[in-house]
Structure formats: structure tokens, C-alpha cells
T-cell receptor
Framework: DTEVTQTPKHLVMGMTNKKSLKCEQHMGHRAMYWYKQKAKKPPELMFVYSYEKLSINESVPSRFSPECPNSSLLNLHLHALQPEDSALYLC????????????????FGAGSRLTVL | RKEVEQDPGPFNVPEGATVAFNCTYSNSASQSFFWYRQDCRKEPKLLMSVYSSGNEDGRFTAQLNRASQYISLLIRDSKLSDSATYLCVVNWDNFNKFYFGSGTKLNVKP
């Protein structure tokens, strides 16, 4: 069983809908991430939160809005998405700024598969 | 040039074969190196961290060559269950920014 839990597993939404993806981890990790993955491509970084503050935004369109309510939770709010936003959305967490090589390791959730109609 | 490059494959090998993947990275200041495995329609899962001295876990051996800026993964005695995409991941200028290779697909045939 994965230690990073994502809900929902599947989501179908129209272009005018507002929905949210949720992610939770209880490993005491202080960095949390959103990645987007299209078929046959590697994960593509969207956002990183470090100690509950947004530290990286990879020029993601504003129709994606991240939120980190506390150190264990990460949300991705979706509004006015386009069909090309259909993808697997992966949440991940890590220790944050490991001082030893390999100490900062990404652990992924199972993903939320999003379809935009 | 991409930060991390991998041969996309696919590598089609028979059961029991030994197969090796390489991954090159562009930044000599790279700090941490990993191999992840991803099954179809699943999340990436950590296979191995790669240490300077090289490391082995059962049938899997990972090596790092800093001088030539590549890491490798060797799989011995391939099993059908090894069929997956193997992602090379490197971390350097920001501990929280990980660079992914495009992945190498492995198909192990009976």
C-alpha cells in the first residue's frame, strides 16, 4: 500500500466544472509535489511546497491552483480546464533538503486520472 | 540538451537474460541519483537510490560514473514481472527539484 494517498482515483469533469484533487501523507515529509503525466511521457513537475509554502511553480496555468492546508495535506483545485489537461496527476512527498545524498527521495501516490470533456 | 537522457527502448529480452540501461545527465554538480520503476497506468516506485560506490539489491545493480556523467542499471536473470518502464531521476541545484529521464521500456518475453 502506498504511503501517499490520493483521491479521487478517477475524475471526469466538464470544462466549466470546478473540482479538487486531494493528497495526504503521514510520513512526516515536509515537501509535497504535484506532477502531471501524459501517456508514454515522464512525470512533469507542476508545483512544490516546502514547509507548507509554495517554493516552485513551473509556470502552470492559473486554472490549476494548489493549496497546502498543513504539512500532511496537499490539494489541487481545478477550474475551467481544457481537454488537453486530461492526464494522470501524481502527488509526491519527500523529506525536503536532505543533507545526505539520496536522503531526499520522492514517494508517489497512486495518482488521480483526470478526464476533461 | 536535456538534463537527463535515456534510451526509450523498448528493450525486448527473453526470460533469464541480463539487460543494462544507461542514463546520462548534463550537470556535473548533480547530487542524488535514482532508478524508479513504473508499471502501465501506475505510479513510479523507487527501485534503487544510486550511490557513488555502486549498490546491489538482489538481481539489480546500479552504478554511478561521475567522470562520464552517467548512471546504469543492470538486471540479471530477467523475470516476466520486470516488464515495466524504468525512469532515471537526478537531483542537483535544488533539493526539491528532480529531473526525470524519458524512461526506458523493458519487455521480458517468455
Amino acid at each position: 500500500d502506498t504511503e501517499v494517498t490520493q483521491t479521487p482515483k478517477h475524475l471526469v469533469m466538464g470544462m466549466t466544472n470546478k473540482k479538487s484533487l486531494k493528497c495526504e501523507q503521514h510520513m512526516g515529509h515536509r515537501a509535497m509535489y504535484w506532477y502531471k503525466q501524459k501517456a508514454k511521457k515522464p512525470p512533469e513537475l507542476m508545483f512544490v511546497y516546502s514547509y507548507e509554502k509554495l517554493s516552485i511553480n513551473e509556470s502552470v496555468p492559473s486554472r490549476f491552483s494548489p493549496e497546502c492546508p498543513n504539512s500532511s495535506l496537499l490539494n489541487l483545485h481545478l477550474h475551467a480546464l481544457q481537454p488537453e489537461d486530461s492526464a494522470l496527476y501524481l502527488c509526491a512527498s519527500s523529506q525536503d533538503g536532505g543533507t545526505l545524498s539520496g536522503a531526499n527521495v520522492l514517494t508517489f501516490g497512486a495518482g488521480s486520472r483526470l478526464t476533461v470533456l | 540538451r536535456k538534463e537527463v537522457e535515456q534510451d526509450p527502448g523498448p528493450f525486448n529480452v527473453p526470460e533469464g537474460a541480463t539487460v543494462a540501461f544507461n542514463c546520462t545527465y548534463s550537470n556535473s554538480a548533480s547530487q542524488s541519483f535514482f532508478w524508479y520503476r513504473q508499471d502501465c497506468r501506475k505510479e513510479p516506485k523507487l527501485l534503487m537510490s544510486v550511490y557513488s560506490s555502486g549498490n546491489e539489491d538482489g538481481r539489480f545493480t546500479a552504478q554511478l560514473n561521475r567522470a562520464s556523467q552517467y548512471i546504469s542499471l543492470l538486471i540479471r536473470d530477467s523475470k516476466l514481472s520486470d516488464s515495466a518502464t524504468y525512469l532515471c531521476v537526478v537531483n542537483w541545484d535544488n533539493f526539491n527539484k528532480f529531473y526525470f529521464g524519458s524512461g526506458t521500456k523493458l519487455n521480458v518475453k517468455p
